[in-house]
Structure formats: structure tokens, C-alpha cells
Nanobody, 124 residues
Framework: QVQLVESGGGLVQAGGSLRLSCAASVRNDIDYAMAWFRQGPGKEREFVAGISWSGHSTYYSDSVKGRFTISRGDAKNTVYLQMKSLKPEDTAVYYC?????????????????WGQGTQVTVSS
């Protein structure tokens, strides 16, 4: 059973930074593409950032490009989202997603495995 556990969310002032972590308990013989999505109050879930299984390719939504950085950790199938220059509109529940076959990184349906989410609140 694949489990994804996010951590690192919290309350931060506008302009501040947070780092989210996602640890995936997955089969060690399979590499997973991973991504972050978010769902703000009253909004649909949207793509934030994605990273290939090798870590060599990264993808970002226009709304976070230049402010957020996705990276893989030393531990297999661990991913981070470094968020800087946070804005109130970044307030959302952030979800980690993983799939061994994902290629369209910004499409929710590419991912079979999801975490429970971690709340990020940015105050103005």
C-alpha cells in the first residue's frame, strides 16, 4: 500500500517562507514521479509543481514560478516544496501526489496516490 505523508504546513505572514515535505512509503524497486497540488478555499484543486522520478525535470504553474522550488530528497521518493515570497492567495491545503507513470505532470488524473494534505495559511 502506497502512503504519502505531508508535513511542514502552517501560518506565515505574507512575504515569508515555508518548506513542505512529502515522504512516500512505496516500493523501492519502482521510481515515482511526484507533484504538489493545492486547493484554496472555494476553489478547485490545482497543480503547483512536479518533478520527474530522476529529479532532472521540474515543472511549475505560472502562479508559483520563480517563488517555489520542488526538489527530491536523499531518501528515495521524498519530495520537498520550498515556498518563498508567499502571498495570501497561496493559502490552501497542499497535497502531495505520486505515480510511477505520470508524464503530464499538471494533470490530476495522472496520479494514483495522494496524501491527506497540509494546510498553508498566509496572512496579509
Amino acid at each position: 500500500q502506497v502512503q504519502l505523508v505531508e508535513s511542514g504546513g502552517g501560518l506565515v505572514q505574507a512575504g515569508g517562507s515555508l518548506r513542505l515535505s512529502c515522504a512516500a512509503s512505496v516500493r523501492n524497486d519502482i521510481d515515482y514521479a511526484m507533484a504538489w497540488f493545492r486547493q484554496g478555499p472555494g476553489k478547485e484543486r490545482e497543480f503547483v509543481a512536479g518533478i520527474s522520478w530522476s529529479g532532472h525535470s521540474t515543472y511549475y504553474s505560472d502562479s508559483v514560478k520563480g517563488r517555489f522550488t520542488i526538489s527530491r530528497g536523499d531518501a528515495k521518493n521524498t519530495v520537498y516544496l520550498q515556498m518563498k515570497s508567499l502571498k495570501p492567495e497561496d493559502t490552501a491545503v497542499y497535497y502531495c501526489a505520486a505515480d510511477p507513470l505520470a508524464s503530464d505532470y499538471d494533470w490530476e488524473d495522472e496520479y494514483d496516490y495522494w496524501g491527506q494534505g497540509t494546510q498553508v495559511t498566509v496572512s496579509s
